[in-house]
């Protein structure tokens, strides 16, 4: 066991396991939900209502983010397992015990490190996180370290509570996201169509899907047209199908064919295309149904991507119905994710076989 490993151990031991888990707002029920699948019963307290929590697990770290990361949870978008935990009420003496801690995990001399903060309201830190932010790594100073937002080696997490800071050294996959709570964000470009966009360049990232590599796309619910936009710029020809019009910077392009119709009333050639798309914000079983009956017209071997929209009380119940739907109609599912674009929906990640 090599000393970083050997140091986290004895403070795992000393702390128990705890982590820090975030979901989008409103969805850390079904978040909370996906742990108690995994470990049964678990001891956890809110620390942001309804998006960030801390759960006590009956099982080591390495254990728990093994488990957690294998499951592929859809609702628990963020989480940092918790090193050290240390009474908030002082934010001086908080920030003095948290720089001191981290001055002794040697093994992140050298490398690249990203220090992400959060923060909950009534915590003993009035600035804000970017200012705790300054203010850690300026204290870390006698550690030779690069600081990054992107790509780190390590991540430095600290979120300050109401009443305590935790504290938390991590590698990136072991917290599901190397984004703040998972928080990824995109620079929004001039001349954008839409905010939809996001969804689809966050689903590339997360799924890790190649779409360059497609050469046609079907886009169901097109309108006005941000995942047209963002297809036409990975270089595929794209078929645009939308009652609603779309954006007039796309309306001469020359590699998209829009179909002003219902996706009801469109037909296709079989195995036409290699990717089918469907942002349609629309109720999940009927855009379910919608997009099968299209199914003919992706080859197989061919990419689906849709999200679906969680208009129920039981969204759980609901995800695995529509994704029982789908695998119904020989479509394999590689991912299923709330992403933090995603809002109330999550995103499915499909192929063929
Ligand atoms: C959330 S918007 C899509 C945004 C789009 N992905 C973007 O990036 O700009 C949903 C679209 O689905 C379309 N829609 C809803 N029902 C449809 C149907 N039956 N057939 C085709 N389009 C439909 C709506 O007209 C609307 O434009």
């Known amino acids: 066991m090599d000393e970083q490993n050997a140091s986290n ?5 000393q702390y128990s396991s705890k982590i820090i888990c975030t979901a989008n707002h409103g969805f850390a029920p079904y978040a909370q939900e996906e742990l108690r699948r995994l470990f049964g019963s678990l001891k ?18 390495e254990n728990a983010i093994e488990r957690i ?21 002082d934010k001086d003496f908080a920030l003095q015990q948290a720089v001191s801690y981290l001055l002794k995990r040697e093994y992140i001399e050298g490398t690249r490190v990203s220090v992400q903060i959060r ?8 600035d804000s996180p970017g200012a705790l932010r300054d203010q850690v790594q300026e ?6 370290v690069e600081y990054t937002v992107t790509d780190p ?34 620079q929004r470009e001039e001349g954008q169509i839409s905010r939809a966009k996001f969804k689809l360049l966050e689903a590339e990232k997360q799924f890790e899907i190649p779409f360059s590599s ?18 036409l710029e990975r270089g595929l020809q794209v078929t645009a199908v939308d009652p ?32 089918l798309v469907c942002d349609m914000s629309w109720s999940p079983k009927l855009m379910a149904r919608m997009v099968t009956d299209l199914l003919y017209s992706l080859r197989s071997g061919g990419t689906a991507v849709v999200t679906v929209k969680l208009l129920t009380k039981k969204p759980m119940a609901l995800v695995h119905e529509i994704i029982d739907i789908f695998e119904d109609s020989r479509m394999q599912i590689q991912g299923a994710k709330q992403l933090f674009h995603n809002r109330d929906e999550i995103t499915l990640y499909m192929i063929k076989y």
């Open 153 to 186: 080696e390590w991540i430095i997490s600290l979120f300050v509570a109401k009443d305590t800071w935790y504290v938390g050294v991590s590698r990136p996959e072991s917290n599901l996201s190397d984004w703040n709570g998972g928080a990824i964000r995109f």
């Open 119 to 126: 923060k909950a309201e009534g915590s003993s830190w009035t």
């Open 139 to 144: 204290q870390l100073s006698p550690m030779e």
């Open 214 to 231: 497609f050469r046609h796309a079907l886009d169901i619910g097109a309108a006005p047209g941000g995942w047209s936009s963002f297809l």
């Open 244 to 275: 609603a019009k779309m954006h007039e910077s796309l309306l001469d392009h020359p590699n998209l064919k829009i179909v002003n119709k219902n996706a009801a009333d469109v037909k296709f050639k079989e195995s036409q295309f290699d990717l």
């Open 9 to 13: 151990k004895q403070v795992n031991e």
């Open 44 to 61: 956890s307290t809110m620390l942001i209502p309804g998006e960030v929590f801390v759960v006590t697990l009956g099982t080591t770290l």
């Open 69 to 89: 990361t294998e499951k592929s949870p859809i609702f628990l978008r963020h989480l940092f397992p918790v090193l050290m935990e240390i009474p908030g009420g």
